[in-house]
């Protein structure tokens, strides 16, 4: 590879990043709080330290990837020295849930409130991992015809990786847990949260479903998820928002009412502590359609 650390594609429309691949080799780039209008895949090559994300903090080590949607806070605390690689991709770009059957990644990698935002990568997953990163910046380096739809292409295959380890490792947690009676009543939880999330926003709600008192599984929900039940509950119903503020032109006003805000302004006020943003702006900027792009290295 040339020394070149950082190669971007830029959306022509409006100047906006659409695809960056960059290498560093230090925390500047991550020390403060980010909220970002693209997804992030941060391969952490060498380094340890704290993950802030939303409303919870996580150890991460190296050989980490960590995935973050738009505009989900995250922040990198490294105990030293710390290098890796970095992905970003506007949806404008690549729409994973627009692509969600053919790679799968949406409430796996990205947009899962249950999972800490990264996936531990062993050696095979190394390997294809780096053979992607070779190639995408060797085709970042040279625009020609389709440059585009063949970074797509690797950028899927990315995707799919990733995808595939976390859910193992996923499944492979669970085994160890089966037959633990929290774990269960996690399970029921997160039925219990996807089924009436658009109706039911508070934390006693959901004790009440689950007959357990409000305490008892908010310590559970702490103790296994990392999280506190109101902020979980706060997450889904965000993880709706932005994708029907994507994906559809509903009204914000319909939206709001479809998950159970009868009051617009009371909706936009949640989901602005939420982001950080309205959802006006979470619509301007992360958009609907795809666009043509071209290479600003």
Same mark, same amino acid.
């Given at each position: 590879?040339?020394?070149?650390?950082?190669?971007?594609?830029?959306?022509?429309?409006?100047?906006?990043?659409?695809?960056?691949?960059?290498?560093?080799?230090?925390?500047?780039?991550?020390?403060?709080?980010?909220?970002?209008?693209?997804?992030?895949?941060?391969?952490?090559?060498?380094?340890?330290?704290?993950?802030?994300?939303?409303?919870?903090?996580?150890?991460?080590?190296?050989?980490?990837?960590?995935?973050?949607?738009?505009?989900?806070?995250?922040?990198?605390?490294?105990?030293?020295?710390?290098?890796?690689?970095?992905?970003?991709?506007?949806?404008?770009?690549?729409?994973?849930?627009?692509?969600?059957?053919?790679?799968?990644?949406?409430?796996?990698?990205?947009?899962?409130?249950?999972?800490?935002?990264?996936?531990?990568?062993?050696?095979?997953?190394?390997?294809?991992?780096?053979?992607?990163?070779?190639?995408?910046?060797?085709?970042?380096?040279?625009?020609?015809?389709?440059?585009?739809?063949?970074?797509?292409?690797?950028?899927?295959?990315?995707?799919?990786?990733?995808?595939?380890?976390?859910?193992?490792?996923?499944?492979?947690?669970?085994?160890?847990?089966?037959?633990?009676?929290?774990?269960?009543?996690?399970?029921?939880?997160?039925?219990?949260?996807?089924?009436?999330?658009?109706?039911?926003?508070?934390?006693?709600?959901?004790?009440?479903?689950?007959?357990?008192?409000?305490?008892?599984?908010?310590? %559970?929900?702490?103790?296994?998820?990392?999280?506190?039940?109101?902020?979980?509950?706060?997450?889904?119903?965000?993880?709706?928002?932005?994708?029907?503020?994507?994906?559809?032109?509903?009204? %914000?006003?319909?939206?709001?009412?479809?998950?159970?805000?009868?009051?617009?302004?009371?909706?936009?006020?949640?989901?602005?502590?939420?982001?950080?943003?309205?959802?006006?702006?979470?619509?301007?900027?992360?958009?609907?359609?795809?666009?043509?792009?071209?290479?600003?290295?």
């Amino acid at each position: 590879m040339s020394n070149q650390n950082t190669l971007t594609l830029v959306n022509p429309q409006n100047g906006n990043l659409a695809f960056k691949i960059f290498f560093f080799e230090d925390n500047r780039f991550f020390d403060h709080i980010q909220r970002n209008n693209f997804y992030s895949l941060i391969w952490l090559k060498e380094g340890s330290g704290k993950l802030k994300a939303d409303f919870s903090e996580y150890i991460f080590l190296n050989g980490y990837l960590l995935s973050f949607s738009p505009y989900q806070p995250f922040m990198l605390l490294p105990d030293g020295a710390m290098s890796g690689i970095a992905i970003q991709f506007h949806p404008d770009f690549f729409c994973i849930h627009k692509h969600q059957q053919e790679v799968a990644c949406n409430g796996v990698l990205f947009n899962n409130i249950y999972h800490p935002p990264f996936v531990i990568l062993d050696d095979k997953s190394v390997s294809v991992i780096e053979m992607l990163i070779e190639q995408i910046y060797t085709e970042m380096q040279n625009p020609v015809l389709a440059q585009s739809e063949l970074l797509i292409s690797y950028l899927k295959i990315f995707l799919i990786t990733a995808s595939r380890l976390k859910a193992w490792q996923h499944a492979e947690a669970k085994k160890d847990t089966a037959n633990l009676k929290e774990p269960f009543i996690l399970q029921s939880l997160k039925e219990a949260i996807e089924t009436n999330f658009k109706k039911k926003h508070s934390a006693g709600d959901y004790a009440k479903l689950l007959n357990i008192t409000p305490k008892a599984l908010a310590k %559970i929900t702490k103790t296994h998820l990392n999280k506190n039940l109101t902020s979980l509950i706060a997450e889904r119903i965000i993880i709706e928002a932005k994708r029907e503020l994507y994906l559809t032109n509903k009204p %914000i006003k319909q939206i709001a009412y479809e998950l159970g805000y009868n009051d617009e302004y009371y909706f936009s006020r949640f989901f602005k502590t939420n982001t950080d943003i309205s959802p006006q702006t979470y619509r301007n900027t992360v958009g609907f359609d795809r666009q043509s792009v071209s290479v600003n290295n």
